[in-house]
């Protein structure tokens, strides 16, 4: 999408047919703000005020035709009451909009913030891009192809800085492409999608972004002691891969680590899951998409930080020579694992990729994120990520990051406590705890392999994919969610 900051629009009129003049509303405050509105459009719109229709609450959006004019439509954003305007309501009440673009063919959106200082005109970014995302690799071509928006032209508040919302402007742009590259590779199908092809896609960042990517396959994983990883990729013929991606920015800077579980397809291994849902385990990669895709998203903007992006990336599968329940293996740190369910097998690839990380690149901060617990969607459903944390003052950034980018994050205990929930009988730790407070104890777990590194988990089970209360993510498809987030957060870190 073409993004332009102007101080004021004169049209253009060739284009104008496919051109819409977006027009911010507030509750129950007109008349509207608008410095390109033509006065008989602005009677028209009047009149639906007056009846009822118009109302400017959040999410109530009105479409009007305007033949002849340098825009060919307006689209009136309801917004909610003015003081009470934040992004995650724009972004929302965008995504509604996005429908009525669509509709009506949209091509160019000009965004009239003339007369609205302090708009949140980044979340109109976001939801154009994330609300548009669609995923038609597989499908016939349609007949008549839809309309995308690929202009945005924003005319800035009188006396705003142009060159200063142009930035903020783009930046999302960026962070939301990221998201819908996550987006794109969680929807393809596990069979396209394999660690083999999870590790071409890294190595194509790197190539293009000329970024440091190193893939461990199989023999190195054995002399490394990743018993525990390569415990669950037995069961699949596709060889597992770890991911690495790294950007340097130099050597007195701090490191941030970001981990992904990287499962293609979770069938549960012997373990076997049930059929129902079992089609919707080709998102048990959600976690390494979102790193992979933040990662995109640093390497390009190279903020003044390290970072490091961890894939531990396989295929669990109940072949012949899958791993069992009742097998016990070692980890990278040493440390010895009773398999009581194949099915928990994030925190067994998340282990060897935790404690590998920590142990060769000593980082300040480390966050993975991993759909790990089914217990997590039943605990916080679709609205939040999990976060697990004994570390108050990344709980703190990743909230905050979590608030300015919709991509909201609740904090959850994780006390000493809950390391007697996963003890094992005849070995150092068991992969399950109880049934209850399943999402904890699986972070307990991931705990074992991290040492003294402050870090956090997030456990994204439910905001992967399936929310069906934003506007702006279609249910049908994954969410990106976390790219966005972990982008935030690490340009914050960089200052
Ligand atoms: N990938 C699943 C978790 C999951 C389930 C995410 C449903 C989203 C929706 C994970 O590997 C898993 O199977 N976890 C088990 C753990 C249990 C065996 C302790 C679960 O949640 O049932
Ligand atoms: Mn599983
Ligand atoms: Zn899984």
Request: proline share 4%; hydrophobic share 30%; net charge negative.
């Given at each position: 999408m073409q993004i332009q900051v102007v101080d004021a629009f004169s049209g253009d009129v060739a284009g104008a047919e496919a051109t819409v003049l977006m027009v911010p509303c507030y509750e129950d405050d007109f008349p509207l703000e608008s410095a390109v509105l033509e006065r008989d459009d602005e009677v028209v719109l009047q009149a639906l005020v007056d009846r009822g229709a118009?109302?400017?609450?959040?999410?109530?959006c009105t479409y009007l035709p305007t033949p002849?004019?340098?825009?060919g439509g307006v689209l009136v954003l309801g917004v909610g009451k003015r003081a009470a305007v934040d992004a995650e309501g724009v972004r929302r009440a965008t995504g509604k909009a996005c429908d009525l673009l669509t509709a009506n063919r949209a091509g160019t959106v000009v965004l009239d913030l003339a007369r609205h200082?302090?708009?949140?005109a980044a979340a109109v970014v976001d939801a154009l891009l994330l609300g548009q995302?669609?995923?038609?690799?597989y499908k016939k071509p349609a007949e008549t192809p839809a309309v995308n928006v690929g202009a945005l032209t924003v005319i800035a508040p009188?006396?705003?800085d142009l060159n200063a919302l142009q930035r903020g402007l783009e930046l999302a742009a960026l962070a939301s492409l990221g998201a819908n590259g996550a987006r794109h590779l969680a929807n393809t199908p596990p069979n396209d999608l394999t660690p083999a092809k999870l590790a071409e896609f890294a190595e194509g960042i790197a190539k293009d972004s000329g970024c440091e990517c190193t893939i461990l396959e199989q023999k190195q994983m054995e002399t490394l002691g990743m018993g525990s990883l390569l415990a669950v990729a037995r069961g699949s013929v596709q060889p597992p891969r770890l991911i690495i991606l790294r950007h340097h920015h130099s050597d007195d800077a701090k490191t941030i680590a970001i981990v992904g579980k990287g499962?293609?397809?979770?069938?549960?291994?012997?373990?076997l899951k049930p059929?129902?849902?079992?089609?919707?385990?080709?998102?048990?990669m959600c976690g390494a998409a979102a790193v992979l895709c933040a990662m995109m998203n640093i390497v390009e903007l190279k903020p003044a930080v390290n970072v490091i992006c961890v894939v531990p990336a396989v295929e669990n599968m109940p072949d012949a020579d899958a791993m069992r329940p009742g097998d016990i293996v070692k980890a990278y740190n040493g440390k010895t694992i009773e398999v009581?369910?194949?099915?928990?097998e994030g925190r067994l690839i998340l282990a060897d990729a935790l404690a590998y990380t920590v142990d060769k690149y000593k980082p300040d901060a480390m966050v993975d994120l991993a759909t790990l617990t089914g217990a997590c969607v039943v605990a916080l459903g679709h609205h939040a990520a999990g976060l697990f944390t004994g570390d108050d003052s990344i709980a703190e950034a990743l909230i905050a990051a979590g608030e300015t980018t919709g991509e909201r994050v609740w904090r959850m205990p994780l006390w000493?406590?809950?390391?007697?929930?996963?003890?094992?009988?005849?070995?150092?730790?068991?992969n399950i705890g109880p049934r209850e407070g399943g999402a904890i104890s699986a972070a307990a777990f991931l705990k074992?392999?991290?040492?003294?590194t402050p870090w956090a988990h997030l456990d994204i089970a439910g905001t992967a994919w399936g929310a069906?209360?934003?506007?702006?993510?279609?249910?049908?498809?994954?969410?990106?969610?976390?790219v966005r987030l972990l982008t935030a957060w690490i340009l914050k870190q960089a200052g």
């Open positions: 118009l109302t400017g609450k959040a999410g109530n002849g004019r340098v825009y200082a302090a708009f949140p995302y669609e995923f038609k690799v009188k006396d705003g499962v293609t397809f979770d069938t549960g291994g012997i373990s059929g129902a849902d079992m089609h919707e385990m080709k998102y048990d009581h369910n194949t099915d928990a000493d406590d809950h390391d007697k929930l996963i003890e094992g009988n005849h070995a150092d730790i068991c074992q392999f991290v040492g003294e069906k209360h934003l506007p702006y993510l279609s249910p049908k498809h994954a969410s990106g969610y976390g």
